[in-house]
C-alpha cells in the first residue's frame, strides 16, 4: 500500500522560507514521479512542481517559478519542496502526490495522495 505523508508546513511571514517534506514507503520515490499540488480555501487543487523518478525532469507552476525548488533523495524515501521568498497568495494547504506518468500536472495523472500540510504565510 502506498503511503504519502508531508510535513514541515506552518506560519510564516511574507519573505519568508520553508521546506515541505514527502516521506513515502517503501520504495516508492524511485519508482513513481512526484508532484506538490496545493488547494486554497474555496479553490481547486492548483499543480506547483513535480519532479520525474530520476530527478533529472523538473516542472514548475509559472506562479512558483524561481522561489520554488524540488529535489528528491531516493535512498531516503523522500521528496522535498524548498519554498522561498512566501507570497500570502502562497497560503494553502500542500499535498504530494504520486503518478507513474511523466511530466503531467493535473490532478487526476495523480494516483495517490497525501493528507497534505498547511502553509499559511501572512502579510
Given at each position: 500500500?502506498?503511503?504519502?505523508?508531508?510535513?514541515?508546513?506552518?506560519?510564516?511571514?511574507?519573505?519568508?522560507?520553508?521546506?515541505l517534506?514527502?516521506?513515502?514507503?517503501?520504495?516508492?520515490?524511485?519508482?513513481y514521479?512526484?508532484?506538490?499540488?496545493?488547494?486554497?480555501?474555496?479553490?481547486?487543487?492548483?499543480?506547483?512542481?513535480?519532479?520525474?523518478?530520476?530527478?533529472?525532469?523538473?516542472?514548475?507552476?509559472?506562479?512558483?517559478k524561481?522561489?520554488?525548488?524540488?529535489?528528491?533523495?531516493?535512498?531516503?524515501?523522500?521528496?522535498?519542496?524548498?519554498?522561498?521568498?512566501?507570497?500570502?497568495?502562497?497560503?494553502?494547504?500542500y499535498?504530494?502526490?504520486?503518478?507513474?506518468?511523466?511530466?503531467?500536472?493535473?490532478?487526476?495523472?495523480?494516483?495517490?495522495?497525501?493528507?497534505?500540510?498547511q502553509?499559511?504565510?501572512?502579510?
Amino acid at each position: 500500500q502506498v503511503q504519502l505523508v508531508e510535513s514541515g508546513g506552518g506560519l510564516v511571514q511574507a519573505g519568508g522560507s520553508l521546506r515541505l517534506s514527502c516521506a513515502t514507503s517503501g520504495h516508492i520515490v524511485s519508482r513513481y514521479a512526484v508532484g506538490w499540488f496545493r488547494q486554497a480555501p474555496g479553490k481547486e487543487h492548483e499543480f506547483v512542481a513535480a519532479i520525474g523518478w530520476n530527478a533529472f525532469n523538473t516542472y514548475y507552476a509559472d506562479s512558483v517559478k524561481g522561489r520554488f525548488a524540488i529535489s528528491r533523495d531516493n535512498a531516503e524515501n523522500t521528496v522535498y519542496l524548498q519554498m522561498h521568498i512566501l507570497k500570502p497568495e502562497d497560503t494553502a494547504v500542500y499535498y504530494c502526490a504520486v503518478t507513474r506518468r511523466v511530466g503531467v500536472t493535473t490532478p487526476g495523472d495523480y494516483d495517490y495522495w497525501g493528507q497534505g500540510t498547511q502553509v499559511t504565510v501572512s502579510s
